[in-house]
């Protein structure tokens, strides 16, 4: 059994916005994820997708790409990313995952997922990109930190391997209070998305 991680599928099997349109290298896509997937990945095996999972606004709009994602093998937590616009509470996704059987994906919100004596934690995150001057910023800026740190509490004294979609550090910016909540639950293993193409750089 082992844990792997993919954020970033940005899946529109549903909607029309297909990823090729940024080029070249997002050519059959979808092939590469299915194809690479199927080869690595065992039933016994669980994926961390941390974020920006489809292009859907509605979660009855991602229908498809959950379908793919559920086909696909091993168990599936998948948590927010600021293009997953299609999220909602908790108990919609858990109902609209049970409708569709679905029963290979399990949503991350407040909570954390025990797998092999370890403690699946995170939550969307932020970044530099997101602006705190105003008051609707602060307000969600401040639920990201109160999630992050339900979901480290609810693991309790398990070795927590936090995912998050923004990365906590990036290029001379630094989120002083999420690195704060690591070092208050001793977090040693912090892995995240939103990254792609000649950003990594």
Request: aromatic share 14%; net charge negative.
């Amino acid at each position: 059994m082992a844990i792997y991680a993919l954020a970033d599928l940005h899946l529109s099997f549903g909607t029309d916005k297909p990823m090729d349109i940024f080029g070249d290298a997002w050519g059959d896509y979808t092939k590469k994820i299915k194809e690479n997937w199927q080869s690595i990945i065992s039933d016994d095996d669980l994926v961390i997708i941390p974020g920006d999972v489809s292009w859907a606004t509605y979660i009855e709009d991602a229908y498809e790409d959950f379908k793919f994602i559920n086909r696909l093998n091993g168990k599936k937590v998948i948590l927010k990313g600021n293009h997953d616009y299609w999220w909602t509470t908790l108990s919609k996704m858990n109902k609209f995952l049970n409708e569709n059987k679905f029963n290979s994906i399990t949503i991350l919100n407040n909570n954390a997922i025990e797998f092999e004596n370890a403690a699946i934690c995170g939550t969307r995150g932020w970044f530099f990109e997101e602006e705190r001057s105003g008051q609707h910023d602060e307000k969600v800026f401040k639920r990201e930190l109160m999630r992050l740190e339900a979901s480290l509490k609810s693991a309790g004294d398990l070795q927590k391997l936090v995912f998050l979609h923004y990365p906590p550090r990036y290029k001379g910016y630094t989120c002083d209070e999420i690195l704060a909540l690591f070092d208050k639950y001793e977090v040693r293993q912090c892995y995240y998305g939103h990254l792609h193409g000649a950003s990594h750089g």
